[in-house]
């Protein structure tokens, strides 16, 4: 799946952010029947390779991960220093306006851009795609130096989130 920001807005270039991410995926683990394989958090989407085990529905995880993270990360906005905070409140609320499918404010495209990955092909290609993003966007110089990712995992280090790897 890929989540994005509404308007490609770069959102996650604040760690507080970014946190948010990680602490609702590893509640989802921890709670909700989540089993994560890969992720990577972007500027402005997120990568993950997942699913949910046999007594949860990943339709429910993913309505509570966006949801949960839609309002701590508005929330977050409207609390920290943020130097963009009117810009980004404003196109959030725009957006929700527009689209007639939040109250208040819309941080998330609806589309989660749902791949199935029913072979090894697919998964090693989408694993090494995620992984590969932030030294395609010349964040990191190899993929295990990107924190907010689970190529470190991949590394053998411990990443932020507790991944299950794909074999």
Same mark, same amino acid.
């Given at each position: 799946?890929?989540?994005?920001?509404?308007?490609?807005?770069?959102?996650?270039?604040?760690?507080?952010?970014?946190?948010?991410?990680?602490?609702?995926?590893?509640?989802?683990?921890?709670?909700?029947?989540?089993i994560?394989?890969?992720?990577v958090?972007? /500027?402005?989407?997120?990568?993950?390779?997942?699913?949910?085990?046999? $007594?949860?529905?990943? +339709? *429910?995880?993913?309505?509570? =991960? &966006?949801?949960?993270?839609?309002?701590?990360?508005?929330?977050?906005?409207?609390?920290?220093?943020? /130097?963009?905070?009117?810009?980004?409140?404003?196109?959030?609320?725009? $957006?929700?306006?527009? +689209? *007639?499918?939040?109250?208040? =404010? &819309?941080?998330?495209?609806?589309?989660?851009?749902?791949?199935?990955?029913?072979?090894?092909?697919?998964m090693?290609?989408?694993?090494?795609?995620?992984?590969?993003?932030?030294?395609?966007?010349?964040?990191?110089?190899?993929?295990?130096?990107?924190?907010?990712?689970?190529?470190?995992?991949?590394?053998?280090?411990?990443?932020?989130?507790?991944?299950?790897?794909?074999?």
């Amino acid at each position: 799946c890929t989540f994005t920001v509404v308007d490609w807005i770069d959102v996650f270039t604040r760690k507080e952010y970014k946190f948010i991410l990680v602490d609702s995926l590893n509640y989802c683990i921890q709670h909700k029947g989540l089993i994560c394989y890969a992720y990577v958090i972007m /500027s402005n989407h997120v990568h993950v390779i997942w699913q949910a085990n046999s $007594e949860h529905e990943l +339709s *429910g995880i993913i309505r509570d =991960f &966006k949801k949960y993270t839609s309002t701590n990360i508005l929330k977050s906005i409207q609390e920290i220093p943020e /130097s963009r905070r009117e810009w980004l409140l404003d196109k959030f609320s725009f $957006e929700a306006k527009r +689209s *007639g499918r939040a109250k208040n =404010f &819309k941080l998330w495209k609806d589309d989660n851009h749902a791949i199935e990955l029913h072979n090894n092909y697919l998964m090693d290609q989408k694993l090494d795609y995620i992984h590969q993003n932030p030294v395609k966007a010349m964040i990191v110089e190899h993929p295990e130096d990107y924190i907010f990712s689970s190529a470190k995992d991949y590394a053998d280090e411990k990443g932020l989130v507790k991944i299950e790897l794909l074999q």
